[in-house]
């Protein structure tokens, strides 16, 4: 077995491994094994409807059954599992997940703690006291923090998924979006992040109970990186799950650090958060 560690990045929602690829370039750089993560439904594996190509169906696309409706929290937590295992035969693993991501990972967590070296959260959920992101989005606080919205096609219940039409020209929608996602970026760096996403988001993962287990979870090394310019993830939010967790295991709290980025903007500053992780290892 190496003594080496090997990163394992999960991503959050509508996105995929390719997510991964600028903080992966330069951890090699430094040196570092890297691996990131499909969950399923996503990568090679995600649904793209011909009515999402151009020209656009809008009318087809808001109403295409989707085909992440039946995958579940618990597919993603097992999928990761999977890989954690055969990754764990070569070495430490230390497990990195984004946004919705944070969810997967907790629940990983929750059942493999003994093979996880160290967890982070990048301005990624990890529920404590509420059992879900969808609870905890009704919250107050993260209602004032949202000043504008990305409105999905369709009906969320009925698709059974969140469908988003990232590929629209809408200037309004773009602008928004960019305010919510990657501020500090410029238009041609958001458009691109835009076209590496998937139109889908499942609704039982945004709704599953995903609370971290003090038992198991609880006894991980764990670091949280805040994206202090986050408004998707409000940084009184990241600091909210923070608290809550260094709560629930006083004797285990998180080694926090900050780069001043937006919620994807991370991955433009992947030299600075790199450089984070391997610290870590």
Request: contains cysteine; aromatic residues 8%; hydrophobic residues 45%.
């Amino acid at each position: 077995m190496s003594e080496h560690s090997t990163f394992v990045f999960v991503h959050g929602s509508g996105s995929n491994s390719f997510l991964w690829t600028p903080l992966m370039r330069e951890l090699a750089l430094l040196g570092h094994r890297t691996l990131a993560v499909d969950l399923p439904g996503h990568g090679f594996g995600a649904q793209y409807p011909a009515s999402y190509q151009a020209p656009q169906d809008l009318n087809a696309l808001a109403t295409e059954p989707s085909t992440l409706a039946s995958v579940t929290l618990a597919d993603n937590v097992n999928h990761v599992v999977d890989i954690v295992r055969r990754v764990a035969e070569h070495g430490p693993v230390i497990l990195v997940g984004a946004s919705l991501g944070g969810l997967t990972i907790s629940g990983v967590g929750n059942m493999v703690p003994e093979l996880i070296g160290r967890i982070v959260y990048i301005s990624a959920w990890c529920c404590v006291e509420l059992p879900s992101l969808a609870a905890y989005v009704q919250t107050p606080e993260f209602s004032e923090q949202m000043t504008v919205a990305v409105p999905p096609v369709g009906d969320p219940v009925a698709l059974g998924a969140v469908r988003v039409n990232w590929r629209t020209a809408d200037a309004g929608f773009l602008a928004d979006a960019k305010h919510l996602f990657m501020a500090d970026a410029t238009d041609d760096e958001f458009r691109v992040f835009l076209n590496t996403l998937q139109p889908d988001s499942s609704m039982a993962v945004l709704t599953a109970d995903a609370r971290v287990d003090a038992a198991t979870w609880g006894t991980i090394p764990r670091s949280y990186i805040r994206l202090t310019k986050d408004r998707t993830t409000p940084v009184v939010f990241q600091d909210r799950m923070i608290a809550e967790a260094d709560a629930l295991t006083p004797d285990n709290p998180f080694d926090v650090h900050s780069v001043e980025s937006s919620h994807a903007g991370f991955v433009l500053r992947s030299a600075e958060v790199a450089k984070i992780l391997a610290g870590l290892a």
